[in-house]
């Protein structure tokens, strides 16, 4: 081949601009690098469809050593760890709303009594079922659990009731989606994916493109302050965001048949603060990124691990400890639990407040970034 075709010269040579371009932009060759890492690791470690030690807490009205080791070989399993015991069912109910547990055990009085009578007395589990996926592999290791257990403790005069069906009824009462559909899950989490997916990256382009635009200069030029700037940037994209609920809602209510057991007003004030925290992160991304494609790969950096960690796609008390640390950071999080309470659960502002200030929390500190950012960009 001749050198008028092609030159062995000219095309290092033209390898050699590629690298120094890609030195010159180093977030994009740092992006580059580090979202097939993240992925990697997202994926290989914190991705786990099987959740284990899932939080749960014990009513118990009977002390029986049948009662204890029924308790026990439950830990056993390594499905459920108990973490509270509790006194009333009333109290049950509220750990379940507020999603501090995913089981209540509840033993009644003289379930020891009735065992050994051969009465089999009824143990009673009930499991948040709000999400399908975190709860059927621990209820399914339930079913032969308990005769497995016991059998070590009925000996001698009681060794009869081993052969039997079971020497007690285990009833399994799944609350807020008794049905296990899972568009009761996935539905009103594609709210908070979809606004987080494209206000992000919305507002991360607003003033990267008034950089590339040369526009910026001229509102430099005008009286406005850095935070006037930056409410006026994202008030229109929160009408945005209004309307993306306000459709998701309606698909969801009249389409999938979710139920909506929870008060609106309440639900569209999660969604604002939700909306507002994406906005100011997204005008932080523009004020950190030099042009509109730094200001995409930002927000695909932030929306990976918010979408993976979350528990929108995998259930989130099944991550180890290090990726629930981080997916608790991320407002999506917050919001996909506060969603899903109201709409599932019917949860009231009492239930919702946990799950509120981070996000509040989260959007104060990232519009203290922004502005400073801002700031910087003036001087």
């Given at each position: 081949?001749?050198?008028?075709?092609?030159?062995?010269?000219?095309?290092?040579?033209m390898?050699y601009k590629?690298?120094?371009?890609?030195?010159?932009?180093?977030?994009?060759?740092?992006?580059?690098v580090?979202?097939?890492?993240?992925?990697?690791?997202?994926?290989?470690?914190?991705?786990?469809s099987?959740?284990?030690h899932?939080?749960?807490?014990?009513?118990?009205?009977?002390?029986s050593?049948?009662?204890r080791?029924?308790v026990?070989?439950?830990e056993?399993?390594g499905?459920?760890?108990?973490?509270?015991?509790?006194?009333?069912?009333?109290e049950?109910?509220?750990?379940?709303d507020?999603?501090?547990?995913q089981?209540?055990l509840t033993?009644?009085?003289?379930?020891s009594?009735?065992?050994q009578?051969?009465?089999?007395?009824?143990l009673?589990?009930?499991?948040?079922a709000s999400?399908p996926?975190?709860?059927?592999?621990?209820l399914?290791a339930?079913?032969t659990?308990?005769a497995?257990?016991?059998?070590?403790?009925?000996?001698?005069?009681?060794?009869?009731?081993?052969?039997r069906?079971?020497?007690f009824e285990?009833?399994?009462?799944?609350?807020?989606?008794?049905?296990g559909?899972?568009?009761?899950?996935i539905?009103?989490?594609?709210?908070?994916?979809?606004l987080?997916?494209?206000l992000v990256?919305?507002?991360a382009?607003?003033?990267t493109?008034?950089?590339e635009r040369?526009?910026?200069?001229?509102?430099?030029?005008?009286p406005?302050?850095?935070?006037?700037?930056m409410?006026?940037k994202?008030v229109?994209?929160?009408?945005?965001?209004?309307?993306?609920v306000?459709?998701?809602?309606g698909?969801a209510r009249?389409l999938?048949?979710?139920?909506?057991?929870g008060?609106?007003?309440?639900?569209?004030?999660m969604v604002?603060?939700f909306?507002?925290?994406?906005?100011?992160?997204?005008?932080?991304f523009?004020?950190?990124?030099?042009n509109?494609?730094?200001?995409?790969?930002?927000?695909f950096?932030?929306?990976l691990?918010s979408?993976?960690?979350?528990g929108?796609?995998f259930?989130f008390?099944?991550?180890?400890?290090?990726?629930?640390?981080?997916g608790?950071?991320?407002p999506?999080?917050?919001?996909?639990?506060?969603?899903?309470?109201?709409?599932?659960?019917g949860?009231g502002?009492f239930?919702?407040?946990?799950h509120l200030?981070?996000?509040?929390l989260?959007?104060?500190v990232?519009a203290?970034?922004?502005?400073?950012r801002?700031?910087?960009?003036?001087?």
């Amino acid at each position: 081949m001749t050198a008028r075709y092609f030159s062995w010269a000219r095309f290092w040579a033209m390898v050699y601009k590629e690298f120094i371009q890609m030195r010159r932009d180093r977030v994009t060759f740092g992006m580059m690098v580090c979202i097939p890492l993240l992925q990697l690791i997202l994926f290989g470690y914190a991705i786990n469809s099987d959740p284990k030690h899932l939080p749960s807490a014990l009513l118990s009205a009977d002390n029986s050593v049948f009662a204890r080791s029924f308790v026990r070989g439950m830990e056993n399993s390594g499905y459920f760890r108990f973490v509270a015991h509790i006194q009333s069912e009333q109290e049950a109910g509220v750990l379940l709303d507020r999603g501090e547990v995913q089981f209540v055990l509840t033993i009644p009085e003289n379930f020891s009594r009735k065992l050994q009578r051969g009465e089999r007395p009824v143990l009673l589990l009930e499991a948040d079922a709000s999400d399908p996926a975190a709860t059927s592999n621990a209820l399914a290791a339930l079913t032969t659990l308990g005769a497995t257990v016991l059998n070590r403790e009925l000996q001698g005069v009681l060794q009869g009731l081993q052969g039997r069906s079971g020497p007690f009824e285990m009833r399994v009462q799944r609350r807020y989606n008794p049905e296990g559909v899972t568009q009761y899950n996935i539905v009103p989490g594609l709210m908070g994916v979809v606004l987080t997916m494209t206000l992000v990256m919305m507002t991360a382009l607003a003033v990267t493109r008034e950089n590339e635009r040369g526009t910026m200069e001229n509102l430099l030029a005008t009286p406005v302050r850095p935070i006037e700037v930056m409410v006026g940037k994202i008030v229109p994209y929160i009408l945005v965001g209004l309307i993306q609920v306000t459709l998701i809602l309606g698909v969801a209510r009249f389409l999938f048949e979710v139920p909506l057991l929870g008060s609106l007003w309440l639900l569209y004030g999660m969604v604002l603060l939700f909306i507002a925290a994406n906005l100011m992160l997204g005008i932080t991304f523009s004020t950190l990124a030099k042009n509109q494609l730094q200001a995409v790969q930002m927000t695909f950096f932030f929306f990976l691990p918010s979408i993976l960690l979350s528990g929108f796609m995998f259930p989130f008390r099944g991550m180890p400890g290090w990726a629930q640390t981080i997916g608790s950071a991320l407002p999506l999080t917050h919001f996909l639990r506060a969603v899903r309470g109201i709409l599932l659960k019917g949860n009231g502002l009492f239930e919702t407040v946990p799950h509120l200030w981070p996000v509040a929390l989260f959007m104060f500190v990232v519009a203290l970034v922004g502005v400073s950012r801002y700031r910087a960009t003036l001087d």
